[in-house]
């Protein structure tokens, strides 16, 4: 049975960057380079000034050998203090598809609003459509659309969690 577990950096970083390795699909159309341990501590460390590493926030999906077939990192207090963002959800190519995303997704969800979290984003490659369209069914809804600066069109999406 696998379950999902919090992940520490550098402790995570070995099965960490194998899923990575595993899913570079998604780190080349992501950043155009494959995965490495430099990928590995920027998704799980990197926070804007704002963030502090407290509130950066790695889960995985973990087998009882230890390997994982999925991660999600967020960021609480990303873009305003109550509001939670999704930074990366990655999964194993064999374990897509399946509902993994889903219950992963879920599961953060879950954590924000046990954290009483006003909303949470997540940011899509405009390279990946069936990634938005997977956000799309769980409820998120279009928010804006940016250009990082490094070419790449991103689209924010937005799940609200509390009643205004």
Known sequence: MADIVPLT???DSPRVLALCQRASDYVMLDTGRVPDLAYVESE???APPSVP????WCWGHAHPDG????????????????????GLLLLD??????????????HVKD???????N????????????????????GFVHE?????????????????????
């Open 119 to 138: 909303c949470l984003r997540i940011a899509v490659l405009d390279a990946n459509p069936r990634g938005r369209a997977f956000w799309q069914r769980l």
């Open 93 to 106: 190519p064999t374990a897509r598809g399946a509902g993994l995303g889903t219950r992963m997704a879920r």
């Open 53 to 56: 590493p407290e509130q950066i």
């Open 9 to 11: 950096w550098p402790d």
């Open 144 to 164: 804006k659309s940016t250009d990082v600066g490094d070419g790449g069109l991103r689209h924010v999406h937005r799940l609200p969690l509390r009643k205004h």
């Open 67 to 86: 390997s994982l077939d999925a991660i999600a990192t967020c960021l609480k207090g990303y873009y305003e203090p109550n509001d939670w963002y999704l």
């Open 44 to 46: 799980m460390t990197h």
């Open 111 to 117: 954590q924000a609003i046990n954290d009483d979290a």
